[in-house]
């Protein structure tokens, strides 16, 4: 079945150190979005890709990257930069309709 | 700026009534909008989707209205079940590439 597959589903960081989860699609869509969950909050935008090897900053992209080498994976690292790496991450893909990954969380320890 | 306001921000109702959530948006020009419910630690499932001609649409105990010209969405939950308690986002399309534009949720609470 197609979809959206992210892992691992729980991470722990220690502070200083980078990590990165993994968001792999085969809806063969062009455009992918990874996106912020704080408890209790709404879902904001850290960065997207219209198409590979292109990709854009959105509204919380300090202390993150990310990489579009391929149509199907759009990882993202969070680097010891973002001092508040803690919260649910989500990633998304679009091809005409919207589809949402299961979600990773991230504990920093 | 494309926004997305969504009220009230939570909610706590009784198994059985029935609630409104509001969504309203500047994002423009627009392409169509979305309701999704989203379970703590899950990724969101769609509800609903509307495009610019449509003013209503059901899905069950769900119906979603939408009003273009004052740029206004509502979420009617019927019959509420305890099931239903879990956030609800808005969220919107513009025509302008493929942005998304998210609400901050409601987060229903049904109590028995």
């Known amino acids: 079945d197609g979809g959206i597959t992210q892992s691992p589903k729980y991470l722990f960081r220690k502070e200083g150190q980078n990590v990165t989860l993994s968001c792999e699609q085969n809806?063969?869509?062009?455009?992918m979005y990874w996106y912020r969950q704080d408890p209790g909050q709404g879902l904001r935008l850290i960065y997207y890709s219209q198409i590979v090897n292109d990709f854009q900053k959105g509204d919380i992209a300090e202390g993150y990257s990310v990489s579009r080498e391929k149509k199907e994976s759009f990882p993202l690292t969070v680097t010891s930069a973002q001092k508040n790496p803690t919260a649910f991450y989500l990633c998304?893909?679009?091809?005409?309709?919207?589809?949402f990954g299961e979600g990773s969380w991230l504990t920093v320890v | 700026k494309n926004q997305v306001e969504q009220s009230p921000q939570s909610l706590i109702i009784l198994e059985g009534k029935n609630c409104t959530l509001q969504c309203n948006y500047t994002v423009s020009p627009f392409s169509n909008l979305r309701w999704y419910k989203q379970d703590t630690g899950r990724g969101p499932v769609s509800l609903t989707i509307m495009t610019f001609s449509e003013n209503t649409k059901s899905n069950g105990r769900y119906t979603a209205t939408l009003d273009a010209d004052t740029k206004q969405s509502s979420l009617h939950i019927t019959a509420s079940q305890l099931s239903d308690s879990a956030s609800y986002i808005c969220?919107?399309?513009?025509?302008?590439?493929?942005?998304?534009?998210f609400g901050g949720g409601t987060r229903l609470m049904v109590k028995p």
């Open positions: 969220v919107v399309r513009g025509n302008a590439g493929n942005m998304l534009t």
């Open positions: 998304a893909s679009w091809g005409g309709s919207i589809y």
């Open positions: 809806l063969n869509h062009d455009a």
